[in-house]
């Protein structure tokens, strides 16, 4: 019995040691406690910029189109848009560039997928105000501002979806799935596009 206590009280003693030298101290349990906070926050910010691209996409999509079709007519055959369209546009364009602007400060892969969105946007908005300024050249003049507006439309495409890529990959390193907020691309323009994962599949 006498060993028997002593065995216990060792085993005790011995595994009170153990915790007390593994045992995290304060300055360990305070980075721990904000390493959390942190991944909390950057969640919650995954998931604000996922909806928010998601806002900006179905806000935008219509505005690429119309340029696309202003820009691929022929403006002798009079295929140019209203004034009313045009200036619809600058007003959405405006509106998403306002919505990206001051952005908060997050982990460096979310803010990377945020500058790509809200660089893509502000191309966006660029190619509509080349587009306008074109209406009112004409002739050669005309046509070379007019080519530009269809560089900058294309490489604001592939912008976003760099952005959209890497958005999509912190939503799946968040827990969130798969995201897919990507802006309609033409045949061609080597803009990146959604992998064949289901909407919020896990699976990287």
Not at 55 to 84: H, I, K, M, S
Not at 188 to 204: I, V
Request: negative net charge; hydrophobic residues 45%; proline residues 6%.
């Amino acid at each position: 019995m006498t060993l028997a206590i002593a065995f216990a009280l060792g085993a005790l003693v011995s595994g009170g040691l153990v915790f007390a030298v593994t045992r995290p101290g304060p300055t360990e349990q305070a980075a721990d406690s904000l390493r959390a906070q942190s991944a909390l926050r950057d969640r919650e910010q995954i998931q604000a910029l996922t909806a928010l691209a998601r806002a900006t996409r179905d806000r935008l999509a219509p505005v690429l189109d119309g340029l696309e079709r202003a820009l691929a007519a022929d403006p002798r055959t009079g295929g140019a848009p209203p004034a009313a369209d045009v200036a619809s546009w600058r007003k959405a364009t405006a509106a998403a560039v306002a919505d990206f602007a001051d952005p908060p400060s997050g982990e460096t892969a979310t803010n990377v997928a945020r500058a790509g969105l809200a660089s893509a946007v502000r191309q966006i908005s660029t190619a509509v105000d080349t587009y306008a300024a074109s209406q009112a050249l004409t002739g050669s003049a005309r046509e070379t501002v007019m080519l530009l507006a269809v560089r900058q439309r294309a490489d604001a495409v592939f912008t976003w979806s760099a952005g959209a890529t890497a958005l999509d990959a912190v939503n799946v390193d968040a827990g969130h799935g798969h995201q897919h907020v990507f802006l309609p691309a033409s045949p061609g323009s080597e803009a990146l596009t959604a992998d064949p994962e289901p909407e919020g599949s896990q699976r990287p």
